[in-house]
């Protein structure tokens, strides 16, 4: 669930002063990004800009990956959560208000094989999403401002 090389490369490694500082600003940021994304659909529906065609097939397409990618984020980290197996992520777990949420409220019922198999779904989710984002957004016609 953690990429290529987890046991070499993970942020869980850093000094946990480090850790927890990044692991509360992943966390609000990500938050105030599917915030904001909100705040773009609403605003593409009820005040759409007249200099741009706001209501594009690629807007939305967008905005609809970038939420994605931010939900599978929380729910990523809420099922390392809700398993409890890594001490790092349980001592980080109240530095990530939005993830602790997903992982004690939402996820907090599941066993720790089936939070296991969730964290593993999200994470392939969000690497899925992640490349056909990138693949895409070259091809797009129109702009998302």
């Not at 669930?1 to 927890?20: C, F, N, Q």
């Not at 938050?31 to 705040?39: E, R």
Request: with cysteine.
């Amino acid at each position: 669930m953690h990429g290529l090389a987890p046991d070499a490369i993970a942020l869980s490694k850093l000094p946990e002063g480090a850790y927890h500082a990044l692991a509360v600003i992943f966390d609000i940021v990500r938050f105030w990004w599917l915030a904001a994304i909100v705040a773009a659909v609403a605003r593409r529906f009820f005040f759409p800009p007249k200099f741009i065609e706001a209501r594009s097939r690629d807007a939305f397409i967008i905005l609809g990956l970038i939420a994605a990618l931010m939900i599978a984020f929380f729910f990523t980290h809420g099922a390392e959560i809700a398993q409890g197996e890594d001490a790092a992520i349980v001592a980080a777990a109240s530095y990530m208000p939005i993830s602790n949420f997903v992982g004690t409220t939402i996820l907090g019922g599941m066993s720790s094989g089936s939070a296991e198999i969730v964290g593993n779904i999200f994470w392939w989710i969000h690497a899925i999403v992640l490349l056909s984002f990138l693949n895409y957004l070259p091809t797009a016609s129109t702009c998302i401002y």
